[in-house]
């Protein structure tokens, strides 16, 4: 039963627009959410995380929000530029498990 | 790139044989990870290691085993290699409490 879920596998977006990229979960005892970017042939990249005492985390064009309540978290970029375009996984510490539970990952494609 | 450097980057092997992969970092982590990627799976936990001589299997540990001598290097063994094996192979370490960082991946091949 994944815990972890990205229902979009592909997201196309104009560049320059908000790319929002959404993540849900299912077990309430996970503490600590990360997203990552990956480009094919490399390993995937820390962009963002967000603790589950916050609602919100900002670095610079990501923001990473959570909710709680609907255990739902989302990770918005905004401009989107062409080096966007990559795949991004949705991951959680904790929930009883000893490493990061991975989301299936949506691919993003920012259009010129 | 938190110091992680795996090797091979990539490896044919036939079915049957023993395959390890090394995973070695520069930056004395205690915490180190085997992640395996398929289409459609997303990253699934292998085998992890929180000290020299200390691990413990993860979600999809069957067919795999683990080492880790010194601090620096974890190796993932596939004892006899499977095509149901034949993967993107990541190791990780954890960072600072909350961050993973990963390496360049290991594609691994079983025919």
């Known amino acids: 039963d994944q815990q972890v879920k990205q229902n979009s596998p592909s997201l196309s977006v104009q560049e320059g627009r908000i790319s929002i990229l959404n993540c849900d979960y299912t077990?309430?005892?996970?503490?600590?959410f990360l997203w990552y970017k990956k480009y094919p042939a490399e390993g995937p990249t820390f962009l963002i995380s967000?603790?589950?005492?916050?609602d919100k985390n900002e670095d610079g064009r990501f923001t990473v929000f959570l909710n709680k309540s609907a255990k739902h978290l989302s990770l918005h970029i905004v401009p989107s530029q062409p080096g966007d375009s990559a795949v991004y996984f949705c991951a959680a510490w904790g929930g009883g498990a000893d490493g990061l539970t991975f989301g299936k990952g949506t691919h993003l494609i920012i259009q010129p | 790139d938190a110091g992680i450097t795996q090797s091979p980057r990539h490896k044919v092997t036939e079915t049957g044989t023993p395959v390890t992969l090394r995973c070695h970092q520069t930056e004395n982590h205690r915490y180190m990870y085997w992640y395996r990627q398929d289409p459609g799976h997303g990253l699934r936990l292998i085998h992890y290691s929180y000290g020299v001589k200390d691990t413990d299997k993860g979600e999809v540990s069957d067919g795999y085993s683990v080492s880790r001598s010194k601090t620096e290097d974890f190796l993932l063994t596939l004892e006899s290699a499977t095509s149901s094996q034949t993967s993107v192979y990541f190791c990780?370490?954890?960072?600072?409490?909350?961050?993973?960082?990963f390496g360049q991946g290991t594609r691994l091949t079983v025919v």
């Open positions: 967000i603790s589950s005492i916050k």
């Open positions: 990780a370490i954890r960072a600072g409490g909350t961050e993973a960082f």
């Open positions: 077990n309430s005892m996970f503490d600590y």
